[in-house]
C-alpha cells in the first residue's frame, strides 16, 4: 500500500485531483486512497486497484506529452506572447507553419524553424525525447475565439485562442456608482389575483416600483427549465437545463392567444378553476405541482388555438423555433421523457444516447414545450423593457448545478463528470459539508470542445441580465467532488483552468455590457480573490458570514469597494432570525447541530451581536438605548448603505422581519420545506407599507450621497 501511495498522488497531480486541502480552520486534509482512486477512474483514467496504478501513470504521462498544444489557449488583451509546444527532439530542426484562424474568417500565417524557438524544458519519457519550446505570435489579436494550427513535419495540432479583456465589463465612471436595489425569489411573490405563486409580471411590477424608489437593481434566483412533477426538486439550483426558462414563471393572462382563444378563457373563468387557484393562493407554501398542472391546463389550450389557424403570430413561432434549434430538440426530450420516464439513463437505446425521432413522443406534448419556450423569451424581453425604461439592472444567477437526469446531461453527457458529485467540505456554517447531488463539469472534455455548453449557458443568461452573478465563483478554479456512495467530508478538490474560464466570461461580459459577480463566500482558497481583483471580477460581501468568523475585538471588517454587500443570502436565515438567535434553536432541532455546538454558538453570537451594536453605536446608526430587531434591521441596512461597496442589496424578506428561510442547505423535504415560502405580503401591499417605504428611503438617501460614510 505505502509503496502505491507516490504513484498514486504523482497521477492524482497529472489529473488536476488534489491529494489533500485545507479546510476552513486551516486544518490539512488528506484525501483517502479509495476517494482519489474513485475520482481518477470517473475522469477517464483506467484505474480498478492499486496494481493499475503504475500502467495508468504511464499512459497519463505519454498521453500529456504527445499533445503538441494545449486544446485551449488565452491571449490577453490580444496579446498572444508566450506558447508552449510539446514536440518530439526528433523535430527540433523542422519548421514550424502556423495558420490562425480569426473568428470574422480572417486568416493570418506565421512561419518559424524550430530550432530558433527558446526551449523551456526537456524530458524523455520510455526512450522518446521531448522538448517544450515557446513561440511568440507577433501581431496583436482582436477580441474573440480563434483558432491557431501549428504544422510541422506532417503533423498538425490545432489549439482554441481566447482573445480577451483582462479586465471585465464594468460600467462607464459613475453609471452604476454606489447602486442599491433588492432581492426577491421570483416564486414567493404573490399578489391579490396571482395563482399562488410570482411571474414575471410580478417581476416586472418589483423592477418598476424599486426603480421609482431610486433604486438600480434587483435580484432574483435562477429561472431556469426546471422539472415541476409530483414530488421534484423545486430547487433553482438543481435545473433541468441552464440553457433554456422555466415556463412556470409565464404570466398567463398576458399570452396574446388568450384573446382569440374561447376554450381557455371559459375554462379560466370555470368556478372549478377559480376555486382551485384560490386554493393555490391560500396555501402557505407554494405548490409548483399544483400551480404547473393548472397553468399547463390553459397553455395547452392556447397552444391548440395558436396551431389551428394560420396567423402572423403563428408565422413569428416558426421563424422563432427555426432560429433556436436548442429549442426543439429540448422539447421533444422533454415530451419523450413523459412517454418513457422521468430518467434518461434508464430510456431504451437509442433514446438514452441522445437519438430520439418522430413517433418517439406525443407531438402535441412537443408543441406545448415549443411553445411555452417561446412564451417565455417573448415575456422576458417584455421585461427587459420594463428594465431599461426604469433604469434598472437585472441581477440573475447563474447556478453551478444541473439536473442529473435533465437535458443537459442528457445531450452534453461528455462535458459532465459521472460517479461523483459537486459539493463542499465542512465549514462553520454547514458543518457536516455538502453534497450538492449534481455531476461536475469535467475538467478536460469541455476544453477539448472549446467551452461550447459553458459559452452557450452562459450567453443564455447574458442577453438578459445587466448583473450575473456567478454561483460558487471558486469552481473556475477547482471543485469538491464526493465519490458516490461516500459523505460530503470523504471528498477532495478537482482543479480546472480558470485562466481560460476567466477569459471567456471577460469576452462574452464585454460583448453584452453585463456585470460579473463572483459568489465568493464559504471555503475561499488564498488565490481566488486576488484574481478576481485583478480581472474586475466584483465579490460578495455578506454580513452574517463576516460575523460568523468575526473576532469581537474588530466586529466587521471594511466592506471592499468592488463587492455587492447585503446582509446575507437565500442560504440563511433571514435578519430578524438571526439577531434573536432562533436560527441557532431551529438548526438544532433540525439535527444540523448539537446541544453543546448550539449553546457555544448562542454564547459567541451574543458577544459578537454586543460588540456590533457597540460598532452601530459609534457610527451613529443606533442610540444607546437596548435595539429592537426593527431598529438593529435599519442600523444594519444603514451601516451597508453607506459603505464603499459597489452595490448594496436589500433583501426584500428582511424588510417586514421574517424569520423563516427560504432555503437550509443539506436539508431535504422531510426536514424542511425548501424553497417554497411565500411572501409575508403581497407585492402591492409592501408598495403600502410605511416603515418598508421609510426603510427603503433611508437606503436610497445614504447611498445616493457623493461620498461614503468611513
Not at 172 to 180: D, K, Y
Not at 360 to 372: G, N, P, R, V
Not at 462 to 471: C, F
Request: hydrophobic share 40%.
Amino acid at each position: 500500500m505505502n509503496t502505491a501511495i507516490g504513484p498514486l498522488h504523482e497521477l492524482a497531480r497529472l489529473y488536476g485531483v488534489q491529494t489533500a486541502y485545507y479546510n476552513v480552520l486551516h486544518q490539512r486534509r488528506p484525501a483517502s486512497v479509495n476517494t482519489l482512486l474513485s475520482i481518477l477512474k470517473a475522469l477517464g483514467s483506467s484505474l480498478e486497484r492499486l496494481e493499475d496504478i503504475p500502467s495508468a501513470l504511464r499512459t497519463r504521462r505519454k498521453e500529456l506529452w504527445q499533445h503538441i498544444l494545449e486544446p485551449v489557449t488565452v491571449a490577453w488583451d490580444g496579446n498572444l506572447s508566450s506558447l508552449s509546444l510539446r514536440l518530439p527532439a526528433s523535430v527540433a530542426e523542422a519548421t514550424l507553419v502556423c495558420h490562425l484562424t480569426m473568428e470574422d474568417g480572417e486568416c493570418r500565417e506565421q512561419s518559424y524553424p524550430a530550432r530558433d524557438l527558446k526551449t523551456l524544458e526537456t524530458a524523455e519519457l520510455e526512450g522518446m525525447k521531448y522538448e517544450v519550446k515557446e513561440l511568440r505570435w507577433k501581431d496583436m489579436l482582436p477580441p474573440g475565439y480563434h483558432r491557431l494550427s501549428v504544422r510541422i513535419k506532417g503533423v498538425t495540432a490545432e489549439t482554441l485562442v481566447i482573445s480577451a479583456p483582462s479586465r471585465f465589463y464594468h460600467p462607464p465612471e459613475g453609471e452604476a456608482h454606489r447602486s442599491w436595489g433588492v432581492f426577491a425569489p421570483l416564486y414567493a411573490l404573490i399578489r391579490k389575483r396571482g395563482w399562488g405563486s410570482g411571474d414575471l409580471s410580478d417581476l416586472q411590477a418589483l423592477v418598476s416600483w424599486i426603480g421609482d424608489m431610486g433604486g438600480n437593481i434587483v435580484g432574483t434566483l435562477p429561472l431556469l427549465a426546471s422539472f415541476l412533477d409530483d414530488n421534484s426538486d423545486p430547487s433553482p439550483y438543481i435545473p433541468a437545463s441552464r440553457l433554456l426558462w422555466n415556463e412556470f414563471y409565464l404570466d398567463i393572462m398576458s399570452v396574446p392567444e388568450l384573446e382569440n382563444c374561447p376554450g381557455a378563457r371559459a375554462f379560466l373563468a370555470s368556478d372549478s378553476l377559480q376555486k382551485e387557484i384560490e386554493a393555490l393562493r391560500n396555501t402557505p407554501r407554494v405548490d409548483y405541482y399544483g400551480i404547473m398542472i393548472k397553468k399547463r391546463q390553459v397553455l395547452e389550450e392556447l397552444c391548440r388555438c395558436l396551431f389551428a389557424t394560420p396567423s402572423k403570430r403563428l408565422d413569428a413561432f416558426f421563424r422563432f423555433i427555426e432560429n433556436n434549434p436548442t429549442v426543439e430538440d429540448y422539447a421533444g426530450f422533454r415530451a419523450t421523457r413523459e412517454r418513457h420516464g422521468a430518467s434518461w439513463q434508464a430510456w431504451p437505446q437509442p433514446l438514452s444516447e441522445g437519438i430520439i425521432e418522430e413517433g418517439d413522443y406525443d407531438e402535441s406534448i412537443k408543441h406545448y414545450y415549443l411553445y411555452t419556450q417561446w412564451l417565455m423569451h417573448q415575456q422576458m424581453n417584455s421585461l427587459l423593457g420594463t428594465v431599461q425604461s426604469s433604469n434598472v439592472t437585472l441581477y440573475l444567477d447563474l447556478p453551478l448545478g444541473i439536473h442529473p437526469d435533465g437535458y443537459d446531461v442528457w445531450r452534453e453527457r461528455d462535458s459532465f463528470v459521472t460517479g461523483v458529485t459537486a459539493g463542499a467540505p465542512p465549514d462553520t456554517v454547514f458543518t457536516r459539508g455538502q453534497n450538492w447531488g449534481f455531476p461536475p463539469l469535467h475538467p478536460e472534455r469541455i476544453r477539448h470542445q472549446g467551452y461550447r455548453y459553458f459559452i452557450a449557458y452562459l450567453r443564455h443568461h447574458l442577453k438578459s441580465a445587466g448583473a450575473l452573478r456567478i454561483d460558487h465563483v471558486m469552481g473556475l478554479h477547482r471543485l469538491f467532488c464526493i465519490p458516490e456512495g461516500m459523505s460530503a467530508s470523504e471528498g477532495t478538490y478537482v482543479r480546472y483552468h480558470p485562466d481560460e474560464l476567466y477569459a471567456i466570461l471577460s469576452l462574452e461580459s464585454y460583448r453584452s455590457r453585463t456585470v460579473v459577480v463572483g459568489e465568493d463566500l464559504g471555503t475561499v482558497p488564498h488565490y481566488v480573490r486576488p484574481m478576481m481583483k485583478n480581472h474586475g471580477v466584483h465579490r460578495m460581501y455578506v454580513m452574517h458570514y463576516e460575523l460568523a468568523s468575526a473576532d469581537t475585538r474588530k466586529i466587521i471588517k471594511p466592506v471592499p469597494a468592488d463587492s455587492i454587500a447585503s446582509l446575507n443570502t437565500h442560504d440563511m436565515f433571514p435578519f430578524a432570525a438571526v439577531w434573536d438567535g432562533t436560527d441557532i434553536e431551529q438548526r438544532a432541532a433540525l439535527g444540523l447541530i448539537n446541544r453543546a455546538t448550539a449553546n457555544r454558538e448562542k454564547r459567541l453570537w451574543e458577544e459578537r451581536k454586543r460588540a456590533l451594536v457597540r460598532l452601530l453605536q459609534g457610527k451613529g446608526f443606533l442610540d444607546n438605548t437596548p435595539a429592537s430587531v426593527e431598529e438593529a434591521l435599519k442600523a444594519c441596512l444603514a451601516f451597508l448603505s453607506a459603505s464603499d461597496a459597489a452595490v448594496m442589496l436589500v433583501n426584500l424578506e428582511d424588510l417586514w422581519l421574517e424569520a423563516r428561510p427560504q432555503n437550509i442547505p443539506s436539508t431535504t423535504d422531510d426536514i424542511y420545506p425548501n424553497w417554497r415560502n411565500k411572501a409575508g405580503y403581497r407585492l402591492d401591499e409592501l408598495c403600502q407599507i410605511p416603515r418598508i417605504i421609510d426603510t427603503l428611503r433611508m437606503v436610497n438617501q445614504i447611498r445616493k450621497r457623493r461620498e461614503p460614510s468611513r
